[in-house]
Structure formats: C-alpha cells, structure tokens
C-alpha cells in the first residue's frame, strides 16, 4: 500500500517518512513522539508525521490500525516499508530506516 501527501496531512520526506498513529491519552504516543522527531532531525531527507488515530477513522481502518501507537515507515514513494505498534526503540527506527535511505 501506498499514502501520499494528501492522505497523510504532510509532505513525504524526500527519503523515507515516519508516520504515527497516536491518540489523546496515550502516554506511550508521547515517548513516541520524542523518539521519531530525534530519529527524523538525525538523518536527513526523513520525515515525522504524527496523525490522530481517533481523527482519522477512515486511514486508521484502511490501514488496519488497531492500536496505538502503530508507526509506519514508508519510503520515498510512500510504500509502507515496515510497520510496528508499541513504543519502538530508537535502534529499531534507524535500522528500519537503513534499509531504505
């Protein structure tokens, strides 16, 4: 499957993007958040989209979404590459983005 720019809300990164479905009271969504942004201002041409899983039913379905937070990483072209819920590990983040950029 692939998003673009109108479905995700936000510009693909020129390299890779980093999207994350999150809801209001997730306290895991917020580690998340810090994790991704540090991860996408690391390496260049990666983008952080943050979206709002309670806001967005349509994609979250679409996407079968049923957690959060879930975190997508596409490539250029908006593929969904590689895909994970929970709080990921900065190491997995670089790795996952490794094999695409």
């Known amino acids: 499957m692939r998003l ?4 995700l809300g936000a510009e693909l990164g020129e390299r890779a993007t980093l999207v994350q479905f999150s809801s209001a009271f997730c306290q895991p969504c917020r580690a998340t958040r810090r ?17 709002d899983a309670e806001a967005r039913l349509e994609l979250v379905r679409a996407l079968g979404v049923s957690a959060t937070p879930t975190v997508l990483v ?6 969904v590459a590689r895909r994970a819920a929970g709080q ?3 190491a997995h983040v670089i790795a996952a983005l490794g ?3």
């Open 4 to 7: 673009d720019a109108a479905e």
């Open 99 to 101: 094999a695409l950029v």
């Open 88 to 90: 990921p590990r900065k």
């Open 74 to 79: 596409l490539d250029a072209s908006g593929r």
């Open 35 to 51: 994790t991704l942004a540090e991860v996408a201002a690391m390496v260049e041409g990666v983008a952080h989209v943050e979206i």
